[in-house]
């Protein structure tokens, strides 16, 4: 797979989260949604950011799980590994888009050791820099 076919595969995620029912139109300053992919799951969490400095936590309507589970495919294909979870970061106002994997740890980005009972502490350790 080159390059720019994994770039258009992450464009269309991005744009498929950005225009969710859920994230359209609101006063959010960033995301940070995590897609497990690890023994058989397939899910996703995350948070919408905003300029106060408070959060929420949100997930797309839309099920961009099965577009996460086909890049995750086409990377395998050219490296030969495939990654457990990924760490998608979209921020305003430039909607900038940025992709972490991690092909080691299935639960980098799990909520473990968390010591808040409300989640800040996951909502901080996955929170992008704006």
Not at 28 to 36: I, T
Request: a negative charge; glycine letters at 4%; charged letters at 25%.
């Amino acid at each position: 797979m080159s390059q720019s076919k994994a770039n258009d595969m992450i464009m269309e995620i991005g744009s498929m989260i950005l225009s969710d029912t859920n994230y359209a139109d609101h006063d959010w300053q960033a995301l940070a949604l995590v897609g497990n992919l690890s023994h058989g799951q397939r899910r996703i969490n995350g948070y919408q950011y905003f300029r106060d400095g408070s959060f929420v936590a949100e997930i797309p309507e839309c099920d961009v799980t099965y577009q996460l589970k086909q890049l995750r495919e086409a990377i395998k294909s050219e490296n030969g590994k495939e990654w457990h979870q990924c760490l998608i970061h979209i921020i305003k106002p430039e909607m900038k888009i940025n992709i972490q994997f991690d092909y080691d740890d299935p639960k980098r980005w799990s909520p473990k050791d968390i010591k808040s009972l409300d989640m800040s502490d996951y909502a901080e350790l996955i929170k992008p820099s704006m």
